[in-house]
């Protein structure tokens, strides 16, 4: 039986913190949950980075075998805690059990594709460019590249994603491969779950003989503690999930430093959702069907739920409403991951209920506890929209908000005004391509990913996906944090110029003993 301490581990240490006491909640009872936690002081924040810092350089030339093993054994870890992790994150979320432990399947197949990933070394983008020592009017030097890892990153645990994007996530995955050591924050509102997977990892980390500071967890009961992580030194990249004015203030911070860091935060998406007349024509009803389960689902509390759908008025657009409205008022309310979210959302629907120019289309019913949420359908015309920029902003959780666009004309005017995106959708048939032409090159702008007759909750974790966007869907837009991809947030590139064998790196020998695929001389080739 796997006992909860309240502990934070910094490297090899399990140190209950003196700064404040906390503990984690259960939203369906409203009620407290033991153990008390104890939260970390400047002190403690200070020893995890410089623990991390030390185990740097060790950490970055581990065989890449060796690496891959550690986050394979990370999620052989996890899988360990069984049950147990199940119903504590079950208790201090709400989520369901069988939620969760999809969820588990995604943090622990995500750590596996990062150990594929590792192995095959392509990643390290090795590069040799031959010597010419005979060209003119200059000889060419000798030149090699490889990609190197940035140093300690720092990981905020999410809200949405006690598992997928917390303590052992796709931030702490990506970086631990990419050879950073990590030093996670873990969230308030998953105080128990963090400590088992932060176990989970420190037992990993002990198993496959790696320095101590390769990972570290810490608790804190105020902003102090993420800010004092972000501005020390010794941290070299951020990773965060959450809201736009918590990710904007790590960035400032990391900006206004001595040694500026990036600031990797996925912070506010609506999710834009086209639907086109032949879609409503040929789909309607499985087309609102799936939309209504889309922007309830996981009771809105997706970073890619729909909360934007554009169509152009008309009586199958009315018709359509209808059902999804329809759909949406039978789902009920449902409990929220925390209080505050849960109060968020009721502030945020009543004042779009109240915002003139805007209807409310159809809301859920049935009771609503303390951290309880009534699904809200929204319409408003594109005038509206696009004059009220409250329209455009985010409410997070099971509500999304119709635009009735007069002509083609103003539709694609919409798809101009929107921020940017992590997501848009296009709902459509072969006779909607030529406005679905139209929209591209605006969506390509707009979001990370553009969905063909789908919808946007649900992140597959690939070489090609992403799940990035610009402004303010994430701080940088040419990341993603999920996928093959994420892993280059973490990365450097470095050339050697003339070096002798004997000092390059093993991914840019000549004999290629990692028998790396490999850009000589612009061709790719192993060897």
């Not at 369906?28 to 939260?39: I, K, N, Q, S, T």
């Not at 052989?76 to 432990?101: F, G, T």
């Not at 596996?112 to 009017?137: H, I, K, Y």
Request: glycine residues 10%; contains cysteine.
């Amino acid at each position: 039986m796997v006992k909860l301490t309240g502990e934070m581990l910094i490297g090899g240490r399990a140190i209950f913190g003196t700064a404040a006491r906390l503990r984690a909640f259960d939203p369906v009872r409203g009620v407290d949950l033991e153990p008390v936690f104890g939260a970390a002081d400047v002190g403690l924040v200070n020893r995890a980075c410089t623990l991390a810092e030390s185990a740097f350089d060790a950490y970055r030339i581990v065989p890449l075998e060796a690496r891959a093993a550690f986050l394979e054994q990370i999620a052989e870890n996890i899988l360990a805690l069984d049950d147990v992790l199940i119903e504590r994150a079950h208790l201090e979320s709400a989520l369901p059990k069988a939620r969760l432990e999809g969820e588990r399947g995604r943090t622990v197949g995500q750590l596996r594709f990062f150990a594929s990933l590792v192995r095959e070394g392509r990643w390290l983008s090795a590069t040799l460019d031959s010597a010419m020592p005979e060209r003119t009017p200059l000889p060419r030097p000798d030149l090699r590249l490889q990609k190197v890892p940035l140093g300690p990153v720092a990981v905020f645990g999410a809200s949405n994603f006690p598992l997928a994007f917390s303590v052992a996530g796709g931030d702490t995955a990506s970086a631990l491969a990419a050879g950073c050591p990590v030093v996670v924050k873990a969230h308030p509102a998953h105080l128990g779950t963090s400590e088992l997977v932060a176990r989970a990892i420190q037992h990993a980390v002990q198993a496959c003989g790696l320095p101590e500071g390769v990972f570290s967890l810490l608790i804190g009961a105020s902003n102090e503690t993420g800010a004092a992580l972000v501005s020390h030194p010794a941290i070299r990249a951020v990773g965060f999930t959450g809201s736009r004015s918590g990710g904007l203030a790590l960035a400032d911070m990391a900006a206004k430093r001595w040694e500026p860091i990036p600031v990797y935060a996925e912070m506010s998406s609506i999710n834009p959702f086209f639907v086109l007349p032949g879609a409503l024509e040929h789909r309607l009803n499985a087309l609102a069907s799936g939309l209504a389960d889309s922007v309830t689902l996981g009771v809105g509390q997706f970073c890619t739920n729909p909360g934007l759908i554009v169509m152009i008025d008309s009586a199958k657009a009315r018709q359509f409403i209808d059902i999804v409205g329809e759909a949406m008022a039978r789902k009920g309310g449902q409990t929220m991951l925390t209080s505050g979210i849960a109060g968020a959302y009721d502030r945020s629907v009543d004042k779009r209920a109240g915002t003139e120019g805007v209807r409310l289309a159809a809301a859920g019913s049935g009771p609503d506890g303390q951290a309880g949420a009534l699904p809200a359908l929204f319409v408003t015309s594109a005038s509206d929209f696009l004059t009220k920029n409250e329209l455009g902003e985010e409410i997070f959780g099971p509500t999304s908000l119709v635009v009735l666009c007069t002509n083609e004309a103003q539709l694609v005017e919409v798809a101009h005004h929107v921020e940017g995106q992590l997501t848009c959708t296009l709902q459509m048939e072969p006779d909607d391509y030529a406005l679905a032409g139209r929209l591209m090159p605006i969506l390509e702008r707009k979001a990370g990913r553009i969905l063909a007759n789908g919808f946007p909750t649900g992140v597959e974790v690939s070489h090609a996906m992403v799940h990035g966007g610009p402004y303010p869907a994430t701080s940088d837009p040419r990341s993603t944090s999920v996928g093959a991809s994420a892993m280059e947030r973490f990365l450097r590139p470095v050339c050697y110029q003339d070096l002798p064998a004997e000092l390059l790196p093993a991914s840019v020998q000549d004999d290629n003993p990692l028998a790396l695929w490999r850009v000589r001389n612009g061709q790719l080739m192993k060897n």
